[in-house]
């Protein structure tokens, strides 16, 4: 009996189940052995690659492989208000709640005395409601900032024929208000996250504005670069995500009894 190729290259990688046994017959057997022989001589020949070193790339590289497989974000029921015309109002909205806001805190504390005469007065929205408002226009706006990011990111330029990115920076500069607007109302709110991750979109935002409206390949590469060594797009993404997960969130029903 003699051992087949197959046996013998499993003998080779220390793979075959009997080892012991072909040991034993490559010690008696001469052609056997000198069948291995030749196979080992073959085998050694043939060295595993080296694995290549990740250069200072490779998180950019890996993104750009996997950003066009992640699942689309469904459109909140809030999401109309996102759109291009409706901006404006949004953010004019917002300024004259946060300055009610500010002139109510200011008049209860100069005139602790003054109660409200009026017995038909409308109730003040409660502390809940004014969290609510707050996080679903920070999520619509943190959307908003996600898709300028996203279209400075895929942006494509050659060196003869740079990218322009004026439109882009056009957008960002429409966020830069009311990014600062919600940032400050969350640091009042005393959401210490929210503001952080506002505070570091701001900053690059003010960055893609105030860079130039055309860009080399090598200049959009270093955008890149320095948003993905922030994870700026993922963190937004995921606050997004949890803003609207709280907003979708059914309230716990308060007992009346």
Request: aromatic share 6%; charged share 25%; proline share 6%.
């Amino acid at each position: 009996m003699h051992y087949t190729e197959d046996d013998l290259i499993l003998y080779y990688y220390g793979e075959h189940r009997r080892r012991v046994q072909v040991e034993q017959h490559l010690t008696d057997c001469t052609p056997c052995r000198a069948l291995y022989g030749d196979i080992a001589a073959s085998l050694a020949l043939v060295t595993d690659p080296g694995v290549p070193e990740r250069g200072e790339q490779y998180g950019l590289e890996v993104w750009q492989r996997i950003r066009h497989q992640l699942p689309e974000q469904e459109a909140p029921w809030w999401a109309v208000w996102t759109r291009p015309h409706r901006l404006a109002l949004a953010g004019a909205m917002a300024v004259l709640v946060l300055a009610a806001f500010v002139a109510g805190r200011s008049w209860r504390q100069a005139d602790p005395q003054v109660q409200p005469t009026s017995a038909a007065t409308e109730p003040a929205p409660t502390p809940d409601a004014r969290e609510r408002v707050r996080r679903a226009a920070v999520g619509d706006h943190l959307e908003e900032s996600e898709g300028v990011l996203l279209d400075f990111m895929n942006a494509y330029g050659t060196a003869e024929q740079p990218a322009n990115v004026s439109s882009q920076q056009q957008s960002a500069a429409d966020l830069i208000s009311t990014n600062r607007l919600y940032r400050d109302a969350s640091t009042a709110a005393g959401d210490e996250v929210v503001a952080a991750v506002l505070d570091e979109l701001e900053r690059n935002l003010l960055e893609l504005v105030h860079g130039p409206a055309t860009l080399t390949p090598q200049e959009l590469d270093q955008i890149r670069l320095r948003l993905d060594a922030a994870a700026l797009l993922f963190r937004v993404r995921v606050l997004s995500d949890r803003l609207r997960e709280r907003e979708t969130a059914s309230p716990t029903p308060r007992n009346t009894i």
